[in-house]
Structures are given as C-alpha cells and as structure tokens.
C-alpha cells in the first residue's frame, strides 16, 4: 500500500478488523498520547477576567468536581481521537469520530454558564445531524465495495469509492468538529479551564488529518 | 441501474433531506432536538438497506451513539434552561377506578422475550417489564437492576473470550452471550430515565 500515510509500520488484526500504523498516522497517534499524558497531569487554569481601563481583577471560582468531570470528559476524548488514528476500518473511524463529537461537547458542557452552555447545545445537534452523513457514507461504502477496510481499499484492484461517499464522510467529519461548523464552538472556548478546552481542538484537528488519509486512500 | 438497494436508497435520501428542511425551518431547540432524532432514523436505515448480518451488527453502534447524544444534549438543555421537577398542584381529575394493569400482559411479554434470547429477546422482555413498572407506577431505586446489567455485560463479554480462545466449547458461548445480552438490554431499556436519579 503506497498512500499518502507511506508503508504500513505496524499491523494488529483482530480478524479482519486491523489496526495499523502508517508513518502519518503514528505521528497523530503520539501527538494524541503525549496530549492526553498531559491532560491527565496537568493542573487546569484559573481563568482571569481583567477590569478595563483598572487595576482590578477577579479569577472565577470553579468547583473541584466541575474539573474533575471535564477532565475525564477530556481523557476519553483523547482516547476516541488515539482509536480514530489507528483503526483501519471506516465504520470504526465513523464511530470514534462521533465519539470524540460527543466528548467534545461534554468537555464544556459542565461549565456553570448560559452562554456556554447554550453554545455547547448548538453544537451538538451539528455534532447529532453530523452523524447522519457519517454513518451513512461508511455504509455505503461497504455496499458499494463490498468491505469496510481500509487496506483492502486501498489495493491496487479494489473497487474505488464514489466521490460522493468520499463527500459524505468527510461532510460527517466536517460536522463532527470542522470549519464552516467550527463557528458554533468559538463561543465554547470562552468557557474557563485550558488545558481541557484545547483537547477539542486537537482532537478536531487529528480527525481531520485522519480523514484527508482515508479519503485519499481509499 | 434501480434495482432495490437504489431505490431503497433514494427514499431514505429523500426522507433526510425533508427531515433537514424541517431542521432549517424550526427554531425552538426543544423541537430542533426533537426533529434531529428523526433525522437520525434515515442513517440507520441506510445502513440497514445492506441487508446482511453485517448491517445488523453495524446498526447497533450507530443505535448507541445517537441515544448516547440524544441523552447528553436533553440533559444539556435541562440544565441550561434551568428546568426542575416541580409537584403539579390543583389537578383534579376525576377517576371513577383507577385499577392496575393486568399482570398477564408484561408476563406474556417477559416470556416471549425469554425464548426469542439475544437482543430481540432481550428489547421484548424489556418492554413488558416498563409496562410493569409504568402500570404499577412503582418508584423502587434499581440498584440491584443496574447491578444484574453490568453482571449480564461481563457474561457476554466472557462468551466472547470463550469464543476467541476455547472454540470447542463454543455452544457454553453461544448460551452465555444469549442470556447476557437478554440480560443486559431488558435492564438496560428499564433503567432510560430512571438513571439520572433524583436530581436536588
């Protein structure tokens, strides 16, 4: 398989679900290790509202079981992201994409504001009709080619994917945590406590790079 | 060109794109919510459309993560809109007899869910047992019930090793992953809504 992940390093099958690692997917991998090692570690902010124009200025009180529930919010989110990088079967990546939707909502979703809140709501009925698109495309792919896996996809006599399929999954991807739908969460990273918050760009941002992968693989 | 799977195909398109119209126009979220879990049911029927086991099998993950976002996002909007269980006072509606549902129905229900097995068995058994609980307005704690459905889930998980390492025993896994997930989903679908536990 010559893609633009590069030779296959690593391969565990679980029957003819294989996991993988390509290059380009190992590097994401780690970033999502090394990001959830962190998330796990660290100690989450204070956030500081400054008064304008003045000296004064008040940190917001966030009680320990808020943080205690976006943290773990934050760790399965890694984790979804680190099972999107290695599966090589597109229903699996379907499923850890919304999986990481869904924690990127429950990441703020525990702030004790209205706006964010509010935010965090619109944000996952995108993140809900996203799923429509997604798991749509990954069953028509397995109608269409007969398998779900990537590397046999990705063999040089496979039957290709239609374009269209390829747009619905990426339009799933897209909803699940992409720009143009990215502006709905701007308003969710107003909510206090850093390194939780910067878990839903990241994972957005692997989930992205992944699916680039698969589209053109495949 | 239309043999079945296109045609299947084009209805359930057509059914997503009326139901994403409905999206556009409505603008309480109640409502909004609402239509994206109608929206959800095309995805599951285009997957259902491959018509082979693996559909079955694929269905059943895509079942769990919507109901999963469909319970965070109305927990969600509970506790946005700041809404609580308030006791509703001055309702007096006259009730000539009020007598419980009859007993033989739930236990049909149960019975029938015992010999179908598996998940089928298991949403049937479930149904009669919340037509059980509903009819007899019970407001036991289920504990023990949330108990017996991890319980059931290690089982069915157990059966599976037994499948994976001890193929020769596999008809002990085939009855132990029959009664677990019965177990497990009859629980489940009683515990919707009772989970969440008494709020304030």
Known sequence: ?218 | MWNEYSVGLALVMISAVIGFLALLREQDDLHRLLIIDLVEIPSLAIIALLGTDLAEALILPGLVVGIAELLALSQIYVTKEGLRKRPVRGLHIEVVERAHAPVIIPALLVGYGIVLSGFTGGAVAALGAIFFVISRGSTDSYELVEMASGIAWAAWIASFFVFMFFPQYWYAGVMGAAVGILVKVAAKMTLVGSMWGEAE
Do not use: W
């Open chain 1, 1 to 218: 398989m010559i893609g633009i992940g590069g030779q296959p390093l690593f391969m565990l099958p679980f029957g003819d679900i294989v996991l993988y690692f390509t290059p380009f997917t190992l590097t994401l991998f780690i970033l999502a290790l090394v990001f959830t090692v962190l998330v796990i570690i660290s100690k989450p902010e204070r956030q500081i509202d400054i008064v304008f124009g003045g000296d004064a200025y008040l940190a917001k009180e966030i009680s320990i079981s808020e943080m205690k529930f976006r943290r773990f919010m934050a760790i399965a989110c890694g984790l979804a992201s680190m099972g999107a990088m290695v599966t090589g079967d597109i229903f699996d990546f379907a499923l850890f994409t919304s999986l990481v939707g869904i924690c990127n909502v429950g990441i703020v979703a525990a702030v004790k504001s209205r706006h964010v809140q509010n935010a965090a709501y619109q944000y996952g009925l995108v993140a809900m009709s996203a799923t429509v698109p997604l798991f749509a495309g990954a069953a028509i792919v397995a109608a269409t080619t007969g398998t779900l896996s990537i590397l046999e996809l990705a063999l040089p006599g496979a039957t290709k994917v239609p374009l269209f399929v390829k747009a619905l999954l990426t339009l799933g991807v897209m909803g699940e945590g992409m720009a143009p739908f990215y502006a709905a969460k701007a308003e969710m990273f107003r909510a206090p406590g850093a390194p939780y918050v910067i878990m839903c760009s990241l994972s957005s941002l692997l989930i992205f790079l992944r699916v680039i992968e698969v589209v053109l693989t495949v």
